[in-house]
């Protein structure tokens, strides 16, 4: 038996996640059975166990899509040299009933990357969205060294990760955010410009900054709402890498003007990479990781049986830094 997290319906996180023990899985063929140490919740994690991404997909879910831990034993087809690997898990709840919200998971051995020695397993639960999403933004169309790059909402947890890969890679990052403890937050990861779009026009502020040349690229959490205000800033060339459009889900493009500097509109939800962008994905984190010259911020660490506070805090946006579960 293992104790887990798990719902049976959805809607508000105290009512219907359940703390308890159930039976423990076992690794299948090609698999790979991890002890789980941290456990990430992610935005995503909290508006499928509210409902907000459609009906239950199984009759029992364990959430949660990120995590880290040590491979305890292996499935059929699985080198047994693994047991005893320490490990960050990607998409372990994506399209699958049990993620890592519990003592041990089952998942493809694919998805159990090596975790870095230098890099803790809290860090480790931060590595599967927000980090792997940062690093698709910044570096999915290869290396960034002397460009500029634009990071909007620069204190969120995809943002603080996406600021210090931009400089890793040798960028000059511009960030925006919303008041001054944000600001202080965003500056932590290495930003060479923070603007607070409350009380700045961010396309003036950019074009200041960059004497008119505007910027190469731009990490866009909110490609709707911002649009009218990165639009001017773009270079011939650049590229908006957008992963969310919450505030105007429908945008309508000035097709024209983007299309006169040759702009390119890429649109990416990290839990459907190719196979080749997973690979550079992970691969060229880990090589980050080891380099030292990344940091995580960890918001809160909150035990197993708190799941349903941990989730409330993530729903409101109270916390600067990623939300992780102790198991």
Avoid at 65 to 70: E, L, N, R, T
Avoid at 86 to 103: D, L, M, P, Q, S
Avoid at 164 to 174: E, S, T
Wanted: proline share 5%.
């Amino acid at each position: 038996m293992m104790k887990a997290v798990w719902y049976e319906a959805t809607g508000p996180a105290q009512d219907v996640l359940q703390f308890g023990e159930m039976a423990s899985p076992d690794a299948g063929p090609g698999e790979v059975l991890v002890r789980i140490k941290s456990s990430g919740v992610n935005p995503s994690d909290v508006k499928s166990r509210a409902g907000l991404r459609g009906p239950i997909p199984f009759s029992r879910v364990i959430p949660h899509s990120d995590g880290a831990g040590i491979i305890e034993a292996v499935g059929e087809g699985v080198d047994a040299s693994r047991i005893g690997q320490r490990v960050w898990i990607w998409n372990a709840a994506w399209r699958r009933a049990f993620g890592t919200c519990a003592e041990l998971l089952a998942t493809p051995s694919a998805q159990a990357i090596p975790l870095p020695d230098n890099t803790e397993f809290d860090a480790g639960a931060c590595l599967g969205i927000p980090a792997s999403t940062a690093y698709h933004g910044v570096f999915s169309d290869g290396a960034v060294e002397g460009q500029t790059i634009l990071v909007t909402g620069g204190a969120g947890a995809v943002g603080h990760y996406a600021i210090q890969l931009a400089k890793y890679g040798g960028a000059k990052v511009i960030t925006t955010v919303s008041g001054e403890a944000k600001a202080a937050h965003a500056r932590s990861a290495g930003a060479d410009h923070v603007i607070n779009y409350k009380t700045e026009s961010v396309h003036e502020k950019i074009s200041d900054l960059t004497q008119g040349a505007g910027v190469d690229r731009v990490v866009e959490v909110e490609f709707g709402g911002n649009l009218s205000e990165v639009a001017p800033v773009l270079k011939a060339g650049a590229v908006i890498a957008t992963y969310g459009s919450m505030a105007d889900p429908k945008p309508a493009l000035p097709f024209y003007d983007l299309m006169f500097k040759n702009v390119t509109l890429k649109m990416y939800l990290v839990y459907l990479l190719s196979e080749a962008d997973r690979k550079q994905t992970v691969e060229g984190l880990n090589i980050a990781l080891s380099s030292g010259k990344i940091s995580h911020a960890i918001a809160k660490r909150i035990p197993l049986e708190d799941t349903a506070k941990a989730h409330e805090i993530v729903e409101a946006a109270s916390e600067m830094g990623n939300i992780i579960i102790d198991i």
